[in-house]
Each structure stands twice: as structure tokens, then as C-alpha cells.
């Protein structure tokens, strides 16, 4: 089996996607990363490609360094019933081969294949479909692992920001008091345009 083969994540929950801005927060040169909460009985494919690729990587590594075992890291942990999967690669960078610098933007479409507006923000809850490659790594000190890195993501429920306000007014009934009208909302905004 090929790691350099796209492969289609199963629909799962978005947790702290940074999927159209990278994360710096531990990496100035940005990453792209996002955890997927997949239920264990839609997991099992996904599971499957990454251990068999996982044992190929580990039985080729002992026998390049001649040792018998290496620790191997999963990118992915399981709790009561769900799985959750790791995903994440690098925003820019320089090749090691090549020296050329580089930088990777993920595509995100909607349901309908169509790209999803630029100001558009994906917040965790929402539903999801990542593309992906496995990428090998190995190294002395931490052993063998996978990592999952995104290419690209189909956007199935979106939630953002203006989702959560919705949410939050919910918790309110109607009631008797003030009101805002359209012409209160419109001289609000003209009162504040001096100031920007």
C-alpha cells in the first residue's frame, strides 16, 4: 500500500479546526491542523489503512536498523465508542530536498462541491470530510508513526460564529421592553463611522 495515496476521512466532528488559517501558536511558520471525532463503527476503514501502514513502516524500519521493535505513535485515540483522528501538516516551509520555500493552502468546498466564501470561518462542532495523505516518519529517539496530513475538506454542517450567536439567543423568550428598529440600528452604524 501506497502512504502517498489520497484518502477520504468518514464524516466526522470538527474539534479547533485551523483548516483556512494556520495555527502559530506552537510553530511560526503556521500549521494547518484540526481533530475529527469519527463514532468507532464509521472509524473502522480509517483504522485499518493506518495500523496496516503503520506495521509496514515499523517491520521496514527494525530491519533497516536492525533492531526488533520501535515505538509506534497512532495518530488517533479511541473513548467510549468514539475515535478521535489527528490531522495536520505544515502551512509553509522550506523542501529539504529541493530548498525551494513553500506554502500550502487547504481547499474547502461545501456539500455542493463549491468553495466556501473566504470570510467564511469553520468553528469546531461542525460536520466534516477531510481528504488526506499518510505521510511516513521515523526517527531514533521516538520510534515510527503516521501522520495525517489534509489536503483538502468538504464542509457537511457549518458551524461559526454567527451559528453560536444564534444559539445563545435562543436561551431568551420574547418579552415586553425595548426594541430596536431598523432606523435605530442604521443610525448607530453612521454615528460610529467617524470613528474608524
Same mark, same amino acid.
Given at each position: ?15 479547533? !479546526? *485551523?483548516? %483556512? ?5 506552537? #510553530?511560526?511558520?503556521?500549521?494547518? #491542523?484540526? %481533530? ?10 480509517? =483504522? ?5 501502514? $503503520?506495521?509496514?513502516? *515499523? ?6 536498523? #536492525? ?7 497512532? !495518530?488517533? $485515540? ?20 529541493? %530548498?525551494?520555500?513553500? *506554502?500550502?493552502? =487547504?481547499?474547502? =468546498?461545501?456539500?455542493?462541491?463549491? !468553495? /466556501? ?39 457537511? #454542517? /457549518? ?15 420574547? $418579552? ?21
Amino acid at each position: 500500500m501506497s502512504t502517498n495515496d489520497l484518502k477520504v476521512s468518514a464524516i466526522g466532528e470538527a474539534v479547533y !479546526p *485551523h483548516l %483556512q488559517v494556520p495555527d502559530t501558536k506552537f #510553530n511560526s511558520e503556521g500549521e494547518y #491542523n484540526c %481533530q475529527l471525532k469519527v463514532s468507532i463503527e464509521e472509524a473502522t476503514d480509517m =483504522i485499518a489503512d493506518i495500523e496496516n501502514a $503503520t506495521n509496514e513502516l *515499523h517491520d521496514r524500519i527494525c530491519k533497516e536498523k #536492525n533492531k526488533k521493535t520501535l515505538k509506534k505513535h497512532m !495518530p488517533y $485515540t479511541t473513548e467510549e465508542g468514539i475515535v478521535t483522528f489527528k490531522f495536520k501538516v505544515k502551512a509553509s516551509g522550506k523542501n529539504n530536498k529541493t %530548498q525551494e520555500v513553500f *506554502h500550502r493552502r =487547504i481547499a474547502v =468546498i461545501d456539500s455542493d462541491k463549491k !468553495p /466556501l466564501n473566504e470570510e467564511t470561518r469553520i468553528w469546531s462542532g461542525s460536520t466534516l470530510k477531510i481528504a488526506y495523505m499518510m505521510r511516513e516518519w521515523a526517527t531514533d529517539a521516538q520510534g515510527i508513526g503516521i501522520q495525517l496530513q489534509p489536503k483538502a475538506v468538504q464542509v457537511i #454542517n /457549518l458551524v461559526t460564529s454567527d451559528t453560536n450567536k444564534s444559539s445563545l439567543t435562543d436561551l431568551f423568550e420574547k $418579552t415586553e421592553g425595548f426594541s430596536q428598529t431598523d432606523d435605530d440600528e442604521q443610525d448607530f452604524i453612521d454615528s460610529v463611522k467617524g470613528d474608524f
